[in-house]
């Protein structure tokens, strides 16, 4: 009986593995299945945003004969400038220096070959952040009383881009939707289940640069209030989406 039972056990596992080794075989030779029809589509969105920020760098420039000079009388006309600005209520950390250099003035004799310094120009220039729009013009004019003389640059930007970012992207999405549509009622079928969706890269505003001046008028002659006006700014979204596609019948 111990003979025959281990027979039996050796005949069950060849078995087994026979039935394994045919299955196997026949899967191999099953063709893949043929692949899902599918719709590729991208969109893109814009949505607009009002910028609530605002940062202008005001510069003074001074000149004198020595380097000294120069730097001193710079210092005094831009600690002056600071003062103004502190007094309409901007707080230290709301402004910052971003710049500062002293250089000589060189003067060629006629050949171009003999040089020798004339003076000396200093300039510092100031960051001044700014959270309230209303405060934009005030600032400049403020600035420009106390002895600024060049105002850089003056840019508008939006603090905080979240919602008007979403919005974009569901335009987006929506287009690309509407795209696929189209393409799958042209086809002769509908647009089945989403696959996969993907966003590109969301393009915020850049921020945008509304003046560069220069003071122009005599020191202490009365000047028309600065206006300002700053424009929506545009935030674009871009997706890529593939849906499956359901064909007529």
């Known amino acids: 009986m111990l003979v025959h039972s281990r027979s039996f056990a050796v005949a069950a596992l060849a078995l087994v593995a026979t039935s394994a080794l045919s299955a196997g075989t026949l899967d191999a030779q099953q063709p893949a299945p043929p692949p899902i029809p599918q719709i590729v589509t991208s969109g893109q969105g814009e949505s607009k945003i009002a910028p609530d920020r605002a940062r202008i760098e005001i510069s ?31 707080a230290s950390d709301q402004l910052s220096t971003v710049n500062y250099s002293l250089y000589p003035e060189m003067q060629y004799d006629k050949e171009g070959r003999t040089a020798r310094v004339v003076g000396y120009t200093a300039m510092n220039t100031v960051r001044v952040e700014v959270r309230d729009l209303t405060l934009v013009g005030k600032a400049i004019d403020a600035s ?10 003056l840019t508008f930007y939006a603090s905080n881009t979240d919602e008007a970012r979403r919005a974009a992207l569901a335009l987006a999405v929506s287009r690309a939707r509407a795209d696929a ?26 921020p945008m640069n509304k003046v560069m001046m220069s003071r ?11 206006p300002i006006d700053p424009a929506e700014q545009t935030i674009s979204a871009y997706v890529t989406a593939r849906w499956a596609f359901a064909g007529g019948r």
């Open 216 to 226: 122009a008028g005599v020191a202490g002659q009365a000047a028309d209030a600065t």
């Open 144 to 153: 420009l009383s106390a002895g600024a003389n060049v105002i850089s640059s």
């Open 60 to 90: 003074v420039q001074t000149r004198a004969l020595t380097a000294a000079a120069a730097g001193s009388e710079n210092a005094r006309k831009q600690q002056a400038v600071l003062d103004a600005l502190k007094k309409l209520g901007f």
């Open 181 to 206: 549509d189209a393409v799958a009622k042209a086809a002769g079928g509908s647009v089945g289940q989403l696959l996969e969706i993907s966003t590109g890269e969301v393009r915020l505003p850049i």
